[in-house]
């Protein structure tokens, strides 16, 4: 096993298959991620492209994965930094070609300043060419001029790609299916997020900055070799009904709810969990309320969650189980199934219940398959996410509901029996997080 929890063998297969599905005409281009400035010569942390990670687990930038189907010398093929001691001194140790080739199983590797010299070699004679346009501009140009060196020799034969295809209407379908070893990997980043999690309930306590209930997040993540997957969300009061919340400065005070949106990366691979808990360890009657519909709302969704069921009933579910819990709260007024059509409900939730999940937070797949939503089968994995959030202006509702904003948030496994939940083990409902905050 590599140090990025897969095997070699297991990029190799992923790379096969890809091409099998591309066809033995077509070429596949594969850029790493640009790096990125921070600040004047200080940088971004790096972060791999999750399709040349997916691809090949190769963590380096300045490198192009390029996939030719059939090609006798080899089919998978790396342009990468070569090796230099001076920048090594700097920057760290690199694979170079031949570590391409040794560690990573690539067929070839060149260096990456050959790009130029060697792609448009390869593009001719293939017809159709996969690649993420639009990703990379710069990389694009890069393309479009190779490709127009080939048509410049036409005249002499050459015969240069015909069709350009984006390359992740194949592959994102492969990513959405996790094998054994991708899952593996998550249940990791699930457990130690919800150590994390644990860690930041018993961390919380009348006037804690949300900004200490975050760096208990994240010694948590790096304490077990993992990274935020996405930027840590911690709310309290009125700015848990901040959907992407990211300031983090507010104090808590007595009374209020800390909503925590974060999740751990550990080897490419992201957790998403949501709680919401009381800064004092016990719920209003009016929080406590609004919470236990949350829970009605996820567990209705949850129970959508097996093979065959459209992706969207779980959605569907959600929001009729939170729709009747307004309306009997008075915060909505009028019939369920209006409610329901006309959207009112969205006043208090407006986003989805879920997203797929894996190396992107977000992770790629499409949701509707001809038109259609697509049905649930093993080996996705989901988030489910039901929340209210009412904001501390709200003037339409009495004054024991404003800013009370709430989101339960669970990563969720289709298996062959049903599902899996892969962060079941942090408390979810309000009494259990009660006696869990209340613990000496």
Known sequence: MSATGISAQTYARRRRQLMRMAGGDAIVVVPAAPERIRSRDTHYPYRQDSDLWYLSGFAEPEAVLVL???????????FCRERDPEREGWDGPRAGPEGAVDNHGMDDAYPFDDLDEILPGLLEGRSRVY?????????????????????????????????????????????????????????????????????????????????????????????????????????????????HYRTNKAQAKAGELVLIDAGAEYRGYAADITRTFPVGGRFTKAQRALHDLVGDAQRAALAQARPGVPYEAGHHAAVETLTEGLLRLGLLKGALEKNIAEGHYKRFYRHKTGHWLGLDVHDVGEYRVDGESRLLEPGMVFTIEPGLYIPADDKTVHETWRGIGIRTEDDVLITKEGHKVLTDKLVRDAEAIEAFMAQP
Not at 157 to 166: D, M, R
Not at 167 to 174: A, N, V, W, Y
Not at 176 to 182: G, I, P
């Open 68 to 78: 030719v189907p059939g090609r006798k010398h080899g089919e998978s093929l790396l």
């Open 131 to 243: 690649y993420h346009f639009g990703r990379d501009v710069e990389f694009d140009i890069k393309l479009i001029g190779w490709v127009n060196r080939v048509r410049a020799q036409m005249r002499m034969g050459a015969q240069p790609p015909h069709e350009f295809l984006e390359l992740g209407h194949l592959l994102d379908e492969m990513r959405l299916f996790k094998d054994r070893d991708e899952l593996r990997l998550m249940q990791r980043a699930a457990d130690i997020s919800v150590e994390a999690h644990r860690m930041a309930m018993r961390a919380a306590r009348p006037g804690v900055h949300e900004y200490e209930l975050q760096a208990e997040l994240e010694r948590v993540f790096r304490s077990h070799d993992a990274e935020p997957a996405y930027g840590s969300i911690v709310g309290a009061g009125g700015n848990a009904c901040v959907l």
